[in-house]
């Protein structure tokens, strides 16, 4: 599983990659990177084929572990544009990137 920084995140983001927060609900609520879908870990196993297969996913979560376990998952199922964004939404937020708060991404 190869790791991205920030900012090429946000670049891979920006040019069309679908960010995919792993967390529980409760912590995308209390901040997110704006513009990311949810699927909770806890869901992931039932809910990954949500996920399109012809588009690059940026992983992300807390920290960067729990996104790197969901995009490991993810290359198993056949899915082979899957990064992680390492450093997580804590990450994100430090560099100054968008940020959200609420339900409002959630799928």
Not at 33 to 47: D, H, K, M, V, Y
Request: aromatic share 6%; proline share 4%; charged share 25%.
């Amino acid at each position: 599983m190869e790791d991205i920084s920030v900012q090429e995140g946000q670049r891979r983001v920006q040019a069309g990659a679908l960010l995919v927060d792993v967390r529980e609900s409760n912590e995308f609520e209390e901040v997110h990177a704006e513009g990311a879908t949810l699927i909770p870990l806890s869901e992931f196993e039932s809910r990954f084929a949500e996920l399109p297969k012809d588009r690059e996913l940026v992983m992300i979560c807390r920290s960067g572990a729990r996104s790197a376990r969901a995009g490991e998952y993810l290359k198993t199922q056949g899915y082979s544009q899957v990064v992680n964004l390492a450093g997580g939404t804590l990450a994100w937020a430090n560099e100054g990137m968008p940020t959200a708060t609420g339900p409002e991404a959630r799928q």
